[in-house]
């Protein structure tokens, strides 16, 4: 396996568990991702896609070019990213590229990545929870009337996202909760994932009312300055309400 390198501003997406890795690259093999290469400084790129993994020897292996002069040159970078953009962007780099035959041809051989970058472009894009295993929130929030008394505001999260989180609460609300407000020390228990700290500022509130007259709020929260730590357990959150969606969607 072998370190990736990244730009800052993406640090924050970076998977670091292998299991998680490997997870990631066998959804590109069942899927039939295609992947831009791009070396040279961008200077030159192609497509392609994962042919299969051997994680015995920490090996992946990949469709090659046509062209003999650009594999050449392929063969020679020391740094080649490999890039999915449509969807989620899957990103990683590799220092050296070797060509290997394998049963059907030729292929590029990398070594696994150590780690990769996971962005999901829509970035809002809210996941539902499961009801059976409900997403708790504890929002420490002080008193109207003397701020100096302080009390826990209890939510079953509704959806999560990258972005933040929604909850739907009945009437009365909290005269606390407004538009705009920021809570620090909120305490959100993902499952399987563990507990974040974080700061979550009031995006918006929206009213509805259920056909037996009960008002009720969805209140959209987004994460304030959340921390590299935080960070990695909502994005490893998603990725599992993501992968429960889509086996949802295929029957699994």
Known sequence: MEHATFDHNEEQYIVHNSKEVMQILNDLIKHKAMLKVSFNHGADD????IISIDPKIGA???DIGVDEEFNRRLLASSHVVFLKEDGVKIKWTSTQVTEVSLKDGKAIKIALPKDLIRLQRRDFYRFATPVANPVMCRIPVPDVLDPEIESILELTLVDVSLGGVGAFVSSPLNPAIEVGKTFSGCKIGFPDVGETNLTLMVKNITESHTKEGITKYRIGFVYVDPSRGNEGLI????????????ALAHGN
């Open 46 to 49: 192609y497509l392609t896609n």
């Open 60 to 62: 992946v292996y990949l």
């Open 235 to 246: 994005n490893r959150y998603v990725y599992i309400l993501e992968r429960q969606a889509i």
